[in-house]
Nanobody, 126 residues
C-alpha cells in the first residue's frame, strides 16, 4: 500500500514563501511522475507543477517563475518551493504520484497510478 503524506502548508502574507513536502511510503521500487495540484473553494482541482524521475518539470502558467518543484528520488519525496505568494494561490494543495512501481509480495511487482495525499491548506493573506 502506497501512502503520500504532505506537510508544510500554513498561513502567510502576500509576497511570502512556503515550502511543501510530500513523502511517499510503502514497498516502492520507483515513481515515474510526482506533482502538486491545488483546489480552491468552488473551483476544480488544477495542476500546479509536476516532475518526472528524470527531472523534467511542468508548471501552470499562473505559478511559472514563482514556484519550483523538486524531488529526492532516494527518499521518494517531492517538494514545492512557493515564492512571491499571492492571495489567489490560496487553496488546498494535494500531492500526486503516478506510475508507481511497488512490490506487492506474492502478487509481484505492480505499477499503479492515481495516488493522492490528504491535502494541506495554504492560505495567503492580502
Amino acid at each position: 500500500q502506497v501512502q503520500l503524506v504532505e506537510s508544510g502548508g500554513g498561513l502567510v502574507q502576500a509576497g511570502g514563501s512556503l515550502r511543501l513536502s510530500c513523502a511517499a511510503s510503502g514497498s516502492i521500487i520507483s515513481i515515474n511522475a510526482m506533482g502538486w495540484y491545488r483546489q480552491a473553494p468552488g473551483k476544480q482541482r488544477e495542476l500546479v507543477a509536476a516532475i518526472t524521475s528524470g527531472g523534467s518539470t511542468n508548471y501552470a502558467d499562473s505559478v511559472n517563475g514563482r514556484f519550483t518543484i523538486s524531488r529526492d528520488n532516494a527518499k521518494n519525496t517531492v517538494y514545492l518551493q512557493m515564492n512571491s505568494l499571492k492571495p489567489e494561490d490560496t487553496a488546498v494543495y494535494y500531492c500526486n504520484a503516478d506510475r508507481v512501481v511497488s512490490d506487492y509480495g506474492i502478487m509481484g511487482v505492480v505499477e499503479l497510478s492515481g495516488y493522492w495525499g490528504q491535502g494541506t491548506q495554504v492560505t495567503v493573506s492580502s
